[in-house]
């Protein structure tokens, strides 16, 4: 194709309106190569980093391949984790807009599996889930794939390296062998080969290129000693003052030590590992992202698949053994046309795996000289949001117009003053202004939602 608006791809004008209503109105490069291709119905393996537009290369294509009338499972889409998963079911719903009665559910683990159960019972279009839950729900015989049309891979090298292989194997083997399969990676291992060899038919592979553009995510390394890595933390953060930066850490322990320690200077952090329960990790994604909270404290569950735009600064207070990983990890910044700063920790014993990652990336990363001492009196203001939590959500037919709606009619909250608003299944969440957070909060407790009283709190 010879331009990257949508508007050129063969769409319904419905279709067209709703994109362009979400602000989209060019493709991404992944979106200009691939989306003509899966809109023909080929196979196809693209290898592009988190946060290319891959989702919506995939989901146009498979809401093209649905039939509304039919309540059986279509399309299914595989991710490593259960925040990719919501994820990308956020963004399909989004991108189904224009078509009615479109039933989009996840299925994966962490979560009781009895609900889930109950709503494959009710029939659904489009499955999003980890591999796991998803060979359990087939084991069971409640999930049925025998009238799928397109099979989607996303991240198939993370879930590779997560030990899933045999899972995917065992899913794809529960699938009709006529089917459209998408496979998205941001890597190439040989397991990624065998399984396209296995399962696609005479797939095109088309490739972005994954190296990190100077010109918009300037890389540094602070060469500093191990056992004062949260001192550096904490004065990369005071002298950058950045609104949204994610520090890696390697381990789940190494988040909770590094929490605690920045607490010393006065630098309020959220914590994302595994240890975490689902409502625990939605809630702290949440605050990061509607920007009630600053910085984000993460093991490498973060580093990929999550949808974060507007992060200013990623550091690593741990280099990964895996120079691949680094990649991920700083890809998290500099996204959406912004700039970006990601700042390594690097001591004496962290050279080697720095010098893997400078072969990697086949420059060197340039040190900085140090930064001015941390002090708990020198920190950015707050965030400027703060998180309210709403107890009902979809489930309860919630929608975002209608929790917009409570806070600002008559004579109540300025709309200005509200940010970002999701909704779970069983909760909504509302970014407001700090300042007016109580007004918000006693508004909701003493106002009703579609007629309902619902208890509401700050978080």
Request: proline fraction near 4%; charged fraction near 25%; include cysteine.
């Amino acid at each position: 194709m010879t331009t990257s608006l949508f508007s050129n791809l063969n769409l319904p004008a419905a279709a067209l309106t709703n994109l362009a209503q979400m602000g989209y109105e060019q493709m991404t490069p992944i979106q200009q190569q691939s989306l003509p291709l899966v809109l023909s119905g080929r196979d196809l393996i693209a290898q592009a980093q988190t946060g290319s537009g891959k989702t919506a290369a995939f989901g146009i294509g498979m809401l093209e391949t649905l039939n509304p009338r039919l309540f059986a499972v279509q399309g299914l889409v595989l991710c490593p984790t259960r925040e990719l998963a919501g994820q990308v079911a956020g963004e399909l719903r989004k991108l189904a807009r224009y078509l009615d009665n479109i039933k989009i559910i996840t299925l994966c683990g962490g979560q009781p599996i009895g609900p889930q159960i109950g709503s494959l019972e009710h029939g659904a279009h489009i499955v999003v889930g980890t591999p796991g839950r998803l060979r359990d729900h087939l084991r069971k015989e409640t999930l049925k794939l025998d009238r799928l049309s397109m099979l989607v891979l996303d991240e198939a090298d993370r879930m590779l390296d997560m030990g899933f292989e045999e899972d995917i194997r065992f899913i794809i083997g529960a699938t009709p062998a006529k089917r459209q399969t998408l496979l998205f990676s941001a890597t190439y291992p040989e397991q990624i080969e065998s399984i396209s060899a296995a399962y696609q038919y005479d797939p095109v592979r088309v490739s972005i290129d994954t190296q990190h553009d100077d010109s918009t995510i300037e890389q540094k390394v602070w060469y500093c000693d191990s056992k004062h890595k949260a001192a550096a933390v904490a004065a990369v953060l005071q002298h950058f003052a950045p609104e949204a930066a994610i520090i890696f850490c390697n381990t789940k322990q190494g988040c909770n030590d590094m929490a605690n320690a920045l607490r010393d200077y006065d630098l309020k952090s959220l914590s994302l590992h595994g240890d975490l329960e689902q409502r625990e990790r939605d809630q702290v994604l949440i605050r990061f992202s509607n920007g009630s909270s600053r910085y984000l404290l993460a093991t490498d569950v973060a580093a990929r698949g999550l949808d974060i735009d507007a992060v200013d600064l990623v550091i690593n207070a741990d280099l990964p053994q895996d120079p691949a990983v680094y990649t991920h990890r700083v890809g998290r910044t500099g996204r959406a046309g912004r700039k970006g700063i990601a700042i390594c920790l690097c001591g004496e014993r962290d050279k080697h795996r720095l010098q893997r990652i400078e072969a990697l990336q086949s420059q060197p990363i340039i040190a900085i000289d140090n930064l001015p001492t941390a002090t708990p009196d020198r920190n950015p203001a707050p965030a400027e949001m703060t998180t309210l939590c709403i107890a009902g959500g979809r489930k309860d037919k919630l929608r975002a117009g209608d929790i917009l709606g409570a806070l600002t009619r008559a004579g109540g909250i300025d709309a200005k003053q509200i940010g970002k608003i999701d909704i779970t299944d069983h909760a909504c969440y509302v970014a407001v202004h700090r300042r007016i957070a109580a007004d918000a909060l006693e508004q909701l407790k003493l106002g009703k939602i579609k007629g309902r009283t619902f208890r509401a709190r700050r978080i």
